[in-house]
């Protein structure tokens, strides 16, 4: 069975800073990858997914991800925080041909003026 | 537009009492899913349908139900069985191993 471990359940970062949110999942076959949003007392909504072709992702909101083979990663980044930016984010993993997707425990990010 | 939409968004039970939790779709999807996120736990997975009059139970389906008469709908019952059933409850659908498309949420609170 697959496992996703994000690092950290919270992340702090600074208005106008880097910020870097880490998953790695478990499967020696590489999987679909996905990276969600959750804003307060609303649904999950796709921010990316890596399903095989380019390694280096390119989301909504100024987000990416870059998958990485050899370290079983999918750390998400945006090089710029916003205030908006502040929310639940969920790393999540499908092994081809599943319907059953395993999720990340989640990882909180708060920014600060 | 396409969506998923969850009813009530709110929800409170009173102890021995079951609730339905509604959750429709129109994009034409398979899969459908309901999960509870408590927090700090992430999202865990109560069942799923892949298709009509079909499904699954999840990590934890002990003191729910679920019913899959139409492609477009997926009512999650939360019986009197649970018995910490204060969560918040997403409804998700899905093609095949990719994207899924989540509702807006119930908050289910006993009183």
């Known amino acids: 069975a697959q496992s996703v471990t994000q690092l950290g359940s919270h992340v702090s970062v600074s208005e106008g800073a880097l910020v870097l949110l880490r998953c790695n999942y478990s499967?020696?076959?590489?999987?679909?990858l996905f990276w969600y949003v959750q804003y307060p007392n609303q649904g999950l909504q796709l921010l990316l997914k890596y399903t095989s072709a380019a390694t280096l992702v390119k989301g909504i909101n100024g987000f990416e991800a870059e998958f990485k083979k050899s370290e079983t990663s999918f750390h998400l980044t945006k090089p710029s925080a916003h205030m908006s930016d502040a929310a639940e984010y969920f790393c999540?993993?499908?092994?081809?041909?599943?319907?059953?997707?395993?999720f990340g425990r989640g990882t909180s990010l708060i920014v600060h003026p | 537009d396409g969506g998923i939409t969850q009813s009530p968004k709110y929800l409170f039970r009173k102890e021995g009492q079951n609730v339905t939790l509604s959750c429709e779709q129109n994009?034409?999807?398979?899969?459908m899913y309901w999960y509870r996120q408590d927090p700090g736990q992430g999202l865990r997975l109560i069942y799923y349908s892949q298709i009509v009059n079909d499904f699954q139970k999840g990590d934890i389906a002990e003191g729910y139900s679920v019913s899959r008469e139409k492609k477009e709908s997926f009512p999650l019952t939360v019986t009197s069985a649970q018995k910490n059933p204060t969560a918040f409850y997403l409804c998700a659908s899905s093609p095949l191993a990719d994207t899924q498309y989540f509702g807006p949420g119930t908050r289910l609170t006993v009183l």
């Open positions: 499967s020696s076959v590489p999987p679909y």
């Open positions: 994009l034409n999807h398979d899969a």
């Open positions: 999540a993993v499908s092994d081809r041909g599943s319907y059953i997707p395993t």
